[in-house]
């Protein structure tokens, strides 16, 4: 982190959110600038005194709206949860970030219910991408990249169901890390989907991910140190879905894929079989639709006007999937989790574009098909990394247009090799 005192740095970022020229106003819906003065001051304290309670002491970090933080209503983006009774105490991942000396900054929009990877929100309006104000951030921690991207915070909290800290890092220019489920507790984060769930970071480097991941996680902060990329083997999933969708990611891509062959790593195309069979389980929309339809399903009866369209009309088709239904996803998902954490026995990480798109223009997706296709898209290559429980990181590639995103990923598990994986291809793309 840079070497000036929290205060001033917070004051920066709280500066950046009151900004009337900037995204502030859709970007953070709660805004803790005296707790977070307070902390900040605390912090410098400590500091002067030699005293630090690690690598998170004194950083400016965000959560996403559907984190509960004691004594406020948990709103998950929307206008429904507004007014429901307040939480009762922090959400373990923010008490955990708060004992580390974290400055929490903000509350920050996301797609209503974190269900959709384009980042719009009808009730607190979507925020600007910080590449081009016409396009979406992507979601559903929409304001969680922006935030980063703009300096309103330094380490933003998102959750990941099926892309969803990966997505609007990719199409926002940061970093956005996806954990291996279990590592992170998801108690106290209002739920999408209690099976694929997870929670994760955004930020500008790998590093600063991998500390807010620890610090998550309950886990001591190791020193992060690159792996060598000369020899690492990395695999292309090979399947039409994977395909970019758009000149600009084309060809950062095959940049990026470039740079990793020279520099020695041992990249090659592998058939990836897996997709078909999970999209074959998948004919209604995967665990998301009918795990969040059980959450809602008494809101969508009698206050479904509420909702973002788009949103309701996702979570309403859960009313059809039957628990045998439900029940055979299961046992299928259980077993290629199976299979596919010992096909991947063979490679250290997979690697392919985070999205196969770049950011849509907020216009187009005000049609309703339009949003759809883009959303689809938008996810289609994230979602593997959750359905099949595993864990990937998004990194920026170099490229003349609008933000594109690399993703790695590994096995289950395998979180600190990513890092040190993940450290070494920053640092290669950034030479």
């Not at 999933?237 to 395909?243: E, K």
């Not at 074959?280 to 399903?297: D, L, M, Q, T, W």
């Not at 290629?336 to 196969?356: G, N, R, S």
Request: charged share 20%.
């Amino acid at each position: 982190m840079p070497n000036t005192s929290a205060r001033d740095r917070l004051e920066q970022a709280l500066e950046r959110i009151r900004d009337p020229s900037g995204e502030g106003a859709r970007t953070c819906l709660t805004v803790y600038a005296e707790a977070a003065r307070a902390a900040a001051d605390a912090a410098d304290a400590r500091a002067r005194h030699g005293m630090t309670l690690g690598p998170l002491d004194g950083v400016i970090v965000s959560l996403k709206d559907l984190f509960d933080v004691a004594g406020e209503p948990t709103r998950a983006g929307s206008k429904i949860l507004a007014d429901a009774p307040p939480a009762a105490a922090d959400a373990p991942v923010v008490q955990r970030l708060r004992a580390a000396g974290a400055v929490i900054v903000a509350k920050t929009n996301m797609t209503e219910f974190a269900f959709s990877g384009i980042g719009a929100n009808p009730h607190y309006g979507t925020p600007g991408n910080p590449a081009d104000r016409a396009r979406v951030p992507g979601g559903s921690s929409s304001g969680a990249a922006v935030a980063v991207a703009d300096g309103m915070c330094e380490i933003a909290i998102g959750t990941d169901t099926g892309g969803s800290t990966r997505i609007p890092a990719a199409l926002c220019g940061v970093v956005g890390f996806k954990p291996s489920k279990w590592r992170v507790p998801t108690e106290g984060v209002f739920p999408l989907s209690y099976t694929l769930d997870s929670v994760g970071p955004l930020a500008r480097t790998v590093r600063e991910c991998a500390e807010a991941d620890a610090v998550m996680a309950g886990e001591e902060v190791a020193p992060l140190e690159p792996a060598p990329i000369a020899g690492l083997r990395l695999a292309i999933p090979q399947n039409a879905a994977f395909t970019p969708h758009d000149e600009t990611v084309a060809a950062a891509f095959a940049g990026g894929i470039e740079r990793l062959g020279k520099a020695g790593a041992r990249v090659a195309d592998a058939p990836f079989p897996f997709l078909d069979r999970m999209l074959a389980a998948n004919p209604k929309g995967g665990f998301p639709v009918p795990e969040a339809y059980s959450i809602h399903r008494e809101r969508l009866q009698t206050r479904g006007d509420a909702f973002d369209p788009n949103v309701r009309a996702r979570m309403s088709r859960g009313a059809s999937i039957t628990a045998a239904d439900y029940i055979d996803l299961i046992q299928i998902r259980n077993r290629l989790v199976e299979e596919i954490d010992a096909w991947m026995e063979d490679f250290d990480a997979l690697v392919l574009p985070t999205t196969p798109i770049v950011a849509p223009t907020i216009a187009e997706i005000a049609d309703p098909d339009t949003f759809v296709a883009r959303n689809t898209a938008l996810l289609s290559n994230t979602s593997i990394v959750n359905f099949f429980d595993l864990c990937a990181i998004s990194l920026p590639l170099p490229s003349p247009g609008l933000p594109v995103g690399l993703m790695l990923v590994a096995r289950n598990g395998d979180d600190h090799r990513l890092f040190r994986i993940a450290l070494a291809v920053e640092l290669l793309l950034q030479s």
